[in-house]
């Protein structure tokens, strides 16, 4: 069975831009949670899908957003980039029913530069 | 306001011997505990959960204990081998209320031959 996929794997973008990370989870999963790593900060946790839907969501201002489509794939958007947004960010994908499942199985990251 | 802390940076040990990763946490509504472990360039893998209606779990090399009182857990790697060289990431979440995960900063573990 196929894992977690992200793409791009890396990206460098300039102060001002937008960008948008994609991830596909693994096959039959449907929920999709997004973090945010960076050094010394360990992961912080931006948002969940299930069934297109947002469940969970954390303290990241709106410029952080995401989608999840039909068939699971989830995007996420970053808006006016800012330095600070420099990290990589993690997908993860779980089989879950009404409640999170939170054995995650994590994609390899989007390491994301801003210049 | 860290909910999930992980006071060790870094951690050593020799081959063979045990390695013990601690994780404090402030919620006492937290109700399910993870560790994953994470090599570089790589994304987290799953190692061991535990509930907290248990006091213990063990998977093979691995053994996470847990201290409700002291809202503390432990993960035991015993024993320890060159390749449990990476960066331990302890998680909790209230699992009732169906929260995320809350991450501690992690811990590098170096296992020296």
């Known amino acids: 069975k196929a894992g977690v996929t992200q793409t791009p794997r890396y990206l460098i973008k300039t102060r001002g831009q937008q960008v948008t990370l994609s991830c596909s989870p693994i096959?039959?999963?449907?929920?999709v949670s997004w973090y945010q790593q960076t050094p010394g900060q360990g992961l912080q946790f931006l948002f969940e899908y299930f069934s297109e839907t947002q469940r969970n969501k954390g303290n990241f201002p709106g410029r952080f957003s995401g989608r999840q489509f039909s068939n699971s794939r989830s995007e996420m958007n970053v808006s006016t980039l800012e330095l600070g947004d420099s990290a990589l960010y993690l997908c993860?994908?779980?089989?879950?029913?009404?409640?999170?499942?939170?054995?995650?199985?994590f994609g390899p990251g989007t390491r994301l530069t801003v210049t | 306001d860290q909910q999930v802390k992980q006071n060790s940076p870094s951690l050593s040990v020799q081959e063979g011997r045990i390695s013990i990763l601690n994780c404090d946490y402030t919620n006492s509504m937290f109700d399910y505990f993870l560790w994953y472990k994470k090599y570089p360039a790589e994304g987290p893998t799953f190692l061991i959960s535990i509930s907290s209606i248990k006091d213990k779990n063990e998977d093979g090399r691995f053994t996470v204990f847990l201290n409700k009182s002291a809202k503390h857990l432990s993960l035991h790697i015993v024993p320890s081998q060159p390749g449990d060289s990476a960066v331990y990431f302890c998680a909790a979440s209230d699992y009732q209320a169906g929260t995320a995960l809350i991450f501690g900063k992690g811990t590098t573990l170096s296992v020296s031959s």
């Open positions: 993860a994908s779980s089989l879950t029913t009404e409640r999170s499942s939170y054995e995650q199985y």
């Open positions: 096959s039959g999963h449907r929920s």
